[in-house]
């Protein structure tokens, strides 16, 4: 099983531009989810899912859109980059247990610089 | 609302010593605890998780985590730390709406 995989691994994009980061996972998980990491400030939610069809937002998700057509990619859109979305981007996804989501799992990461 | 607190940015701890790294937590609800380890240029990977039962829980590379419920507190600790130990650690808590929370994360410097 490959589990959670990212395209692309790096990404260098001018202001204004647009560009789709894809997550897959192998593991028939229900619950989808991304974030950013920026130095000192930990993992922030910007969209998830919770199954097929389905997305919500999180703490962040202002400038970003993303789609869940198949369970298995979950789909992150930024439609005009601005230099304040230079981050790291984190696929994660997690299998349902009683009462929620239980433990996620992660993808490597995909590095987006702005300029 | 939901949060999570890591108060200390470093641990800096010798081979072989006992090693804490610190967590608190705000949720609303039963907390559903996780602790996560990042090195450097990789995702976070998971160790250990609190659901129900024993205050005390087992992970993964010989961590473990204890649930202190008055304390809002779910500390992560080993009894020997090694060098390869060294990277970063985060807490997490689920809320009731299958969103998680992280806190800003700890550096664990472990030296020989």
């Known amino acids: 099983n490959a589990g959670v995989t990212q395209t692309p691994k790096f990404r260098v994009l001018k202001t204004g531009q647009s560009m789709t980061l894809l997550c897959a996972q192998d593991?028939?998980?229900?619950?989808m989810y991304w974030y950013r990491q920026d130095p000192g400030m930990g993992l922030r939610l910007i969209h998830y899912?919770?199954?097929?069809?389905?997305?919500a937002k999180g703490e962040v998700p202002d400038g970003y859109n993303v789609s869940r057509l198949k369970k298995q990619n979950f789909l992150l859109g930024l439609e005009s980059a601005a230099p304040s979305q230079t981050s790291v981007y984190f696929c994660?996804?997690?299998?349902?247990?009683?009462?929620?989501?239980?433990?996620?799992?992660f993808g490597p990461g995909t590095r987006l610089t702005v300029l | 609302a939901q949060s999570v607190a890591q108060p200390e940015d470093q641990v800096n701890v010798a081979e072989g010593n006992p090693l804490t790294v610190k967590c608190t937590y705000s949720?609303?609800?039963?907390?559903?605890l996780f602790w996560y380890v990042q090195y450097p240029n990789r995702g976070l990977q998971f160790l250990l998780k609190y659901i129900t039962g024993d205050n005390l829980v087992k992970g993964s590379y010989g961590f473990e985590a204890e649930f202190n419920k008055s304390q809002t507190s779910f500390h992560l600790k080993k009894p020997s730390a090694l060098v390869s130990d060294s990277a970063l650690y985060f807490c997490a808590v689920r809320d009731n709406f299958n969103k998680f929370y992280f806190g800003s994360g700890t550096k664990l410097n472990v030296k020989p």
């Open positions: 994660a996804s997690s299998y349902w247990v009683s009462g929620g989501p239980n433990e996620q799992f």
């Open positions: 593991m028939n998980h229900e619950y």
């Open positions: 949720v609303s609800g039963n907390p559903y």
């Open positions: 899912s919770v199954g097929e069809g389905t997305t």
